[in-house]
Each structure stands twice: as C-alpha cells, then as structure tokens.
C-alpha cells in the first residue's frame, strides 16, 4: 500500500515563507509525475504546481515566481517552498503522486491527507 504523508503547514503572516513536503511510503516501483493542489471551503481542488519524472515544472499563474516545487526521487519525496505568502493562498494543500507499485503493475494516482496553511494578513 503506498500512503504520501504530508507535513509542513501551519500558521503565517503575509509576506512570509513555508515549506511542504511529502514523503511516499511503502511499496513503491516508480514514481512519475509529482505534484500539490489546494483547496478552500465550497471551491474544486486546483492545482497548484507539477513536476514530472524529468524535472520539468509547471506552475498556476497565481503562484508563478512565489512558489517553487522539488523532487527527492531517492526519497519519493515531494517539496513546495513557498515564498511571499498571500492571504489568497489560505487553504488546504494535497500532494499528489502518479506511482506504480511494481513493474506489472499499472500507473495510479495517490493522495496525501492535506495539511492546512494558514496566511493572516
């Protein structure tokens, strides 16, 4: 069973920075495509930033220049720093992670539990 756990959120004032990660466990052949959402009361979940197996990264047009994704392929861990902080970016954020537990297995999508961040203004 692959989980992805989540740390990292918390309280912070405007203009000021957190880092989240995201670490898979459990049996895991390969990981490709690595990525955190976000989410507020009554809104869909919309993504925020991705990164493939290669390294390239794509970015919502709100965090562009603000946030920055990173992956530990030798950690199956996932990174989003976070820079310049806006009350807009007040939500619950959910890594995401495309992953195959073996070889004959087939590619499925894994989600974290979410971890909340908080920005006052």
């Known amino acids: 069973q692959v989980q992805l756990v989540e740390s990292g959120g918390g309280l912070v004032q405007f203009g000021g920075s957190l880092r989240l990660s995201c670490a898979a466990t459990?049996?895991?052949?390969?990981?490709?495509?690595m990525a955190w959402y976000r989410q507020t009361p009554g809104k869909e979940r919309a993504l925020v930033a991705a990164i493939t197996s290669g390294g390239r990264t794509n970015y919502a047009d709100s965090v562009k220049g603000r946030f920055t994704i990173s992956r530990d392929n030798a950690k199956s861990t996932v990174f989003l720093q976070m820079n310049s902080l806006q009350p807009e970016d007040t939500a619950a954020y959910y890594c995401?992670?495309?992953?195959?537990?073996?070889?004959?297995?087939?590619?499925?999508?894994?989600w974290g539990q979410g971890t909340l961040v908080t920005v006052s203004s």
């Open positions: 459990g049996s895991i052949y390969s990981i490709n495509s």
């Open positions: 995401n992670m495309n992953a195959r537990r073996s070889r004959y297995d087939r590619d499925l999508e894994y």
